[in-house]
């Protein structure tokens, strides 16, 4: 049953098997900009520091693709093959994140879920999805491109970021 909890801030919390399921079925075709870049985010610096952690954790590789991180180089932003999975750290929290549509299940662009312990937000996006984290200090988004196993992407990752970004709700 998805809900939201409430602390300064709504946060998705809660994510069951019904909406996993949903979440990798929607994700198998996805697609994001071929090109290696990605707008580095800017956070504060304990966010940052937390990004920076990340960093050093993420695996060489995921779903079978080499880490090539795009341009402008940076410790917030990873990137795997080509087209490339793009990982950004520190990232704002994304408007659908307290929208009551997507926790009642009503958003067909968007679907809460849950992978390997780590809470995310999918978000269909033309013919790409974003995945954000919920329930974590920091807000990581991932960009999975079209033809790409997402659930693969997402479990590939999930250890790194309950390593590097503990779980709470995001300043």
């Not at 979440?23 to 290696?36: E, H, K, N, P, V």
């Not at 060489?60 to 795009?70: L, Y």
Request: charged letters at 25%; glycine letters at 8%; a positive charge.
């Amino acid at each position: 049953m998805n809900s939201f909890r409430h602390r300064h801030r709504r946060v998705l919390r809660v994510f069951r098997l019904p909406a996993l399921a949903l979440l990798i079925t929607a994700a198998g075709c996805s697609s994001a900009d071929d090109s290696a870049s990605a707008a580095v985010p800017s956070p504060d610096p304990g966010v940052t520091k937390l990004c920076r952690d990340l960093d050093k954790v993420l695996p060489a590789k995921v779903d079978g693709e080499r880490r090539e991180d795009p341009e402008p180089a940076s410790a917030l932003t990873a990137a795997w093959g080509s087209p490339a999975i793009i990982l950004r750290c520190g990232v704002p929290q994304p408007p659908k994140m307290v929208d009551p549509k997507v926790a009642e299940g009503r958003d067909a662009d968007a679907v809460a879920g849950g992978v390997n312990g780590v809470d995310w937000l999918m978000e269909k996006q033309g013919d790409a999805h974003r995945f954000t984290t919920a329930n974590r200090k920091v807000y990581v988004e991932v960009q999975v491109p079209e033809g790409v196993d997402s659930s693969g992407v997402l479990i590939d990752l999930a250890a790194a970021v309950k390593k590097a970004i503990p779980k709470g709700i995001a300043s």
